[in-house]
């Protein structure tokens, strides 16, 4: 079974509006840890920003937010203000367990277009 | 500059050939990583090391063997290349932590001809 669903395979949003970044995932581990990552075209890896399950508000850094719905099992990446650099795949993360033999499973990925 | 830092970018070669792929994270981690990205965009952990010793072998064929010299290094050492084996490969490095995210390398694409 898939543990991590981004069912969202490419996004166009215009400049300066805000967009939303689906994310799905499934454990049985009451302790995880979710990620998202964008990739822009030059290939590189960029963390955004990091969701606890046991924390009790939304992570949030800068213009990212985490729209974290625990009995949903759901966690969306929300950009407020998109810009024109926010063009990137867009990678959704699941790490299980406290720690020890841990990994980091990632969605498919979405492809964000920002139109301006 | 604090990174992960991988080399070479980019490797070409043919069928057959042996080729390693160097990390080194300056980030005081005590894991690092090796993650396999394909052409559909699509990552997956291969390999994980916490202070030089193996922690995670996500079955990948025996032909593909990392090393870890020490916490700060781990490279990835790959026995008679396949058409198949072209991918990007990706370095990482974390805390041995739950909530530590993963630093990645600006990775590697293996081109087998």
């Known amino acids: 079974a898939q543990k991590i669903t981004q069912t969202q395979p490419g996004m166009f949003v215009q400049e300066k509006e805000a967009v939303t970044l689906d994310c799905t995932y499934d454990t049985s581990d009451p302790s995880y840890g979710l990620f998202w990552y964008k990739q822009p075209s030059s290939g590189e890896m960029i963390f955004l920003i990091y969701?606890?399950?046991?924390?009790?508000q939304n992570a949030t850094e800068g213009r990212y937010s985490l729209n974290f719905q625990k009995a949903r099992k759901s966690a969306n990446l929300v950009i407020s203000a998109s810009q024109l650099g926010d063009s990137a795949m867009y990678f959704c993360?699941?790490?299980?367990?406290?720690?020890?033999?841990?990994?980091?499973?990632f969605g498919q990925g979405t492809r964000l277009t920002i139109n301006p | 500059d604090t990174a992960v830092s991988q080399t070479p970018k980019y490797l070409v070669t043919q069928m057959g050939n042996d080729k390693s792929i160097k990390c080194e994270q300056n980030l005081g981690h005590d894991t690092m990583y090796w993650y396999k990205q394909d052409s559909k965009k699509f990552l997956k952990i291969m390999f994980s090391y916490n202070n030089k010793e193996l922690i995670i072998n996500e079955t990948v064929p025996n032909r593909f063997s990392p090393k870890s010299p020490d916490k700060a290094h781990l490279n990835l050492h790959i026995n008679s290349l396949e058409l198949g084996d072209s991918a990007v490969y990706f370095c990482?490095?974390?805390?041995?932590?739950?909530?530590?995210?993963?630093?990645f390398g600006n990775g590697t694409r293996l081109t087998v001809t």
């Open positions: 990482a490095s974390s805390l041995w932590t739950q909530n530590s995210p993963l630093h």
């Open positions: 969701q606890g399950s046991y924390d009790q």
């Open positions: 993360a699941m790490r299980e367990g406290i720690q020890g033999a841990q990994k980091l499973v």
